[in-house]
């Protein structure tokens, strides 16, 4: 391949004032000071951790969508770059959850969400272990048998048998099947009236603080998700579940056992569980913000990256705000460079790129679900490139495609790896299900190539810093700005996102999946 540097020259519009550029310089020179500045706002104290439909959470919108005008994107929307939606917001007050005679206290032994627009609640009803409650003919599993589980509080293990038995599934490789938000779905098509979702820190990949944080502020939800018999969504403690059952003389591992072979049927727990609790609830409207880089084809690649994250704990000592300056701050700078640097240096490109800063995402992908279920042209979106939790440490001597796995993106950004002498890896932390875990997994759900794109996880500090991340402040207060980071693994990916899309427009390649999907289509 000719070199990049010989065929598009152009010019930076800014200190170097008429000295051309090629875009390789234009990403090597980018600044610290410049990936910095997005991150260092969408992570200050005054944006209060960005909830969506919070004031926070607004003005990450309104900066976004000046950052866009900026950069003289085209607005998306006949009205503008924002395309609002609507969601329900609920907020627990109290929970009591009462089983076998024990009561279990909200948020040490059970967090969860009544979203029902009822001020105080109650719920009665049979308790049935599901086994993991997957369905699915993949691996030719079926943990229902057509047991009806209607109007039943349906107990379920997380994860999937894969990470025990490790020949079926995808060993140890969670797939959609073993995620929470499966669990959901699938009590909700059963119609249950509510679903307990056992923690221990391996199945769920992370311990009780991530879960309790992640579920005990307002808890937003699309309108059309809530059209359901499902009102309790929760999980409970393995160790608080365990003294449930030994009290009406159930051994937990026993019915773990039995979950791991094909027959299994639910077994009727011969209790009922009494809930009991206050809500709060409101209407939230916030907005995905979404820009267009127009080519000249219909077709479009959209980049991705959320811009809420958990909000503050008010009244709370110490440290309150989860400023999300890792996530997302620093993926929403990898999108938003990646937009700069397309949109200065190429010019009629063939695919339109879409610039989608989407909202809701710590709330269930919310807004990217929203954005590909309604866009009007869905089948004209050729490939989905996300950001999340973007690195933000020094170099690294590998990339992953988290995702990758399932289509030829993967193929396109290994040779593209290879000539930058840059290795292709996996994400260490196989358990954990990435790729159902950000904005990506809308897009592949509708049948959409989707990856999440990342510098890797070898840092020239050797100290695996973004590993680190993930099992120390992910979710926490700790994700807050730090003005020593060195930022080459961020510029390192807004590289990768800058060649993979310039490798799509040259070739008009269309991606395809390659391998079998471990999750279901829409
Ligand atoms: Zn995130």
């Not at 051994?251 to 072979?261: C, H, I, M, T, V």
């Not at 930058?420 to 299900?433: D, H, P």
């Amino acid at each position: 391949m000719k070199k990049i540097s010989a065929i598009f020259i152009t010019v930076l519009a800014c200190a170097n004032f008429l000295i051309p550029i090629t875009l390789e310089e234009r990403i090597n020179n980018l600044s610290k000071p410049e990936m910095q500045s997005i991150i260092e706002f969408l992570g200050h104290d005054l944006l209060e951790g960005r909830a969506p439909g919070a004031r926070g959470g607004n003005l990450a919108e309104l900066y976004v969508q000046s950052l866009c005008k900026f950069m003289n994107l085209d607005p998306a929307f006949a009205n503008g770059y924002l395309q609002p939606f609507k969601l329900k917001g609920f907020i627990l007050k109290e929970l009591t959850v009462n089983a076998a005679g024990f009561e279990l206290t909200y948020p040490e032994d059970v967090v969860g969400s009544f979203p029902r627009e009822e001020n105080e609640f109650q719920l009665e009803a049979g308790a049935v272990f599901v086994g993991f409650g997957i369905t699915t003919p993949l691996w030719n599993w079926d943990d229902f048998k057509n047991v009806d589980v209607k109007n039943k509080i349906i107990i379920a293990r997380v994860n999937d048998p894969g990470m025990f038995i490790p020949d079926i599934f995808e060993g140890k490789v969670l797939t959609f099947f073993g995620r929470w938000s499966y669990h959901i779905e699938e009590a909700i098509k059963r119609g249950a009236v509510g679903i307990l979702m056992i923690h221990t820190d391996e199945s769920a990949g992370y311990d009780w603080n991530v879960v309790k944080n992640s579920w005990s502020g307002e808890e937003p939800y699309l309108e059309a998700d809530l059209q359901n018999n499902l009102k309790l969504r929760a999980w409970i403690k393995e160790s608080c579940l365990r003294k449930v059952l030994e009290a009406k003389k159930i051994n937990l591992d026993q019915l773990y056992e039995k979950s791991l072979k094909r027959n299994f049927k639910p077994i009727d727990l011969g209790f009922t569980i009494k809930v009991k609790g206050k809500n709060s609830f409101r209407d939230l409207t916030n907005n995905n913000v979404v820009a267009l880089i127009p080519g000249q084809s219909e077709k479009k690649i959209v980049i991705s990256a959320h811009i809420d994250h958990l909000g503050m704990t008010p009244g709370k000592d110490g440290p309150n705000i989860y400023n999300g300056a890792i996530d997302n701050g620093s993926a929403v700078a990898a999108m938003l460079l990646t937009a700069k640097i397309l949109k200065e240096f190429r010019k009629g490109l063939y695919y339109t790129v879409v610039v989608l800063a989407c909202n809701a995402e710590e709330s269930g992908l919310l807004g990217s679900k929203y954005y590909v279920r309604n866009i009007p042209d869905r089948g004209n979106i050729i490939a989905n490139i996300n950001f999340e939790s973007t690195p933000v440490w020094g170099k690294t001597s590998d990339f992953m495609a988290i995702g990758g796995q399932f289509s030829t993106l993967e193929d396109m950004l290994k040779s593209i790896l290879e000539k930058e002498g840059l290795t292709y890896s996996y994400f260490s932390l196989i358990n954990q299900g990435f790729f159902y875990r950000s904005d990506q997994y809308p897009f592949a759900r509708y049948n959409i190539p989707a990856i999440w794109i990342s510098a890797g996880e070898n840092d020239d500090s050797g100290e695996k810093k973004y590993t680190r991340f993930w099992k120390t402040d992910y979710h926490t207060v700790n994700d807050d700005f730090d003005p020593k980071w060195e930022l080459e693994g961020l510029k390192q990916t807004i590289k990768m996102a800058v060649l993979l899309i310039d490798h799509l427009n040259k070739t008009k390649e269309v991606p395809k999946w390659k391998s079998r999907l471990t999750f279901p289509l829409e």
